[in-house]
């Protein structure tokens, strides 16, 4: 079919989105830019030439979400007009009804699934992309990780030179990747107090993507994140261009770290929990000094952003307070779990299993994630599992060593809520813990029973 002009194409693509909201039938973030590209393939390209100071992409298998909205908060604190896909519709369709409302935005700023990156960048010709961390997920649709790095690898080797590729420089494969382009600023962690002195046995990338020999690290963070180098061909991790030199984790109130930059030194108080968000803070960090932005403005505005829907957000629930962690592959949920054990009081913990398109239909990663930490602590004081595959989840815990009538289950994740917070008790704190179509699930019931704002308007 021929393309129809772009204006009409564009106004067929709003009244749709108009529509799905009227009819209660989603938020409309996705359907416009669906319908959009259909009728106007090269419209994505288009509107992206038309944003005057360009297009940032970040992505990464984790934290992508996080780290847009705080690049998004220090875009907002130097007086930018951006648009942004806000709501975490990440693919083509997604970006493509974002611009449709760019509004006279002077700049725009997109978090992109890991398999639509190279499409986008190649449409967008991006000013800017953050490659953030490359993690086993949804092997059913992306493939083995290699595939997903080599891709790419391709994408980095087309795009214009002038393009500023920031990268993680403690993934080894994503540092290989960047590694190829011209015009890099790398991030990584500094402090040696928070490594790990060996890597954990759910680690992805391990060998050298050079060579193929194994990888030595001096120093290891997240799962195969750290310190790496390969006695083999030499190559080794990069000097980080920004670097947390201090790194102070305080459980789930937040942290602080110190961040050099060449731009000046950042002293920096976050409210979101984990070694996971001290990534997403330098990715951040890194990409507003990549579009000149200064520590002044760069610090405080990261300081104040709150975490996303689902990403260490709390909700008040009656005398509960209730801390939602998105824990979708096995690195992020190890993560997860080491972060609630720094807090010092027992655990209550609703974990909900969906295997639908968006997660994943193989969930056998849920045997790569160190549940028995949780067991070994002595903090775990009630376990409700819930969601499409919550059995399997329940006999994931059971192989842990938890016994049966130590944990419920309720496929329901309406029912599942309610047994957790009867469990964690007036006054306690209930820790949940979704794949990501549980977690919109939930944030359907909340929304529902009135705690929340639907997730499309959140700002």
């Known amino acids: 079919m021929p393309s129809l002009p772009q204006k009409l194409a564009a106004n067929a693509a709003r009244g749709t989105g108009r529509l799905s909201q009227r009819l209660g039938r989603g938020g409309g973030t996705t359907l416009p830019g669906l319908v959009l590209t259909r009728l106007r393939p090269e419209a994505t390209a288009e509107m992206a030439r038309a944003v005057p100071d360009g297009v940032i992409l970040l992505s990464g298998t984790n934290g992508k979400t996080t780290t847009a909205r705080l690049v998004r908060a220090a875009l907002d604190a130097s007086g930018a007009r951006v648009v942004a896909n806000t709501a975490g519709s990440n693919l083509e369709r ?12 002077e700049v725009a700023l997109f978090e992109v699934d890991e398999a639509a990156l190279p499409g986008l960048m190649a449409q967008t010709k991006p000013r800017v992309v953050t490659l953030m961390n ?7 649709r992306y493939g083995e990780l290699e595939h997903l790095a080599d891709r790419w690898r391709d994408a980095v080797a087309a795009i214009d030179p002038a393009t500023t590729v920031i990268y ?43 060579c193929g020999a194994s990888l030595h690290y001096e120093m290891v963070t997240i799962a195969h994140l750290g310190r ?34 060449p731009r000046g030194p950042i002293e ?12 997403n803070a330098l990715a951040a960090t890194a990409t507003s000094v990549a579009l000149d932005l200064g520590p002044e403005a760069i610090g405080p505005s990261l300081a104040k952003r709150e975490a996303a829907f689902g990403r260490a957000e709390r909700t008040q629930i009656g005398p509960v307070r209730v801390t939602t962690l998105l824990a979708k592959n096995p690195a992020g949920a190890n993560e997860n779990i080491r972060t609630m054990l720094l807090e010092d009081h027992p655990l209550h913990l609703l974990v909900l299993l969906n295997d639908r398109t968006a997660d994943g239909q193989d969930v056998s990663w849920i045997w790569d994630v160190d549940y028995e930490l949780l067991l070994d602590s002595g903090q775990l004081a009630s376990l409700t599992v819930g969601g499409d595959r919550g059995y399997d989840m329940a006999l994931r815990f059971r192989y842990a060593g938890l016994e049966p009538d130590q944990l419920s289950v309720f496929p329901s994740v309406s029912a599942a809520l309610d047994a957790a917070l009867g469990a964690g008790g007036a006054g306690g704190e209930l820790y949940v813990l979704p ?24 700002r």
């Not at 997604?94 to 935005?105: H, K, Q």
């Not at 590694?179 to 500094?190: C, K, M, P, Q």
């Not at 920096?268 to 990534?279: A, D, K, Q, T």
């Not at 794949?435 to 959140?458: H, I, N, S």
């Open 134 to 140: 490359l993690f086993r997920d949804q092997l059913d």
């Open 435 to 458: 794949t990501y179509t549980a977690l919109l699930e939930f944030q359907a019931v909340l929304a529902e029973r009135g705690l929340v704002p639907a997730f499309w308007e959140d």
């Open 168 to 210: 993680n420089a403690d993934d080894p494969a994503v540092a290989e990747i960047a590694a190829r382009h011209s015009n890099t600023l790398s991030y990584g962690i500094e402090d040696p107090r928070v490594g790990r002195d060996r890597l954990p046995h759910a680690a992805d990338t391990t060998e050298c993507r050079h």
């Open 94 to 105: 997604g970006v493509a009804t974002a611009l449709l409302n760019a509004d006279g935005a």
């Open 268 to 279: 920096l108080s976050l409210r979101l929990p984990g070694m996971h968000n001290s990534y």
């Open 228 to 261: 790496w180098s390969c006695s083999e061909c030499g190559l080794v991790r990069p000097q980080p261009d920004v670097g947390a030199t201090r790194v102070e984790l305080h459980g789930l109130d937040g942290q602080r770290l110190a961040i050099d930059t």
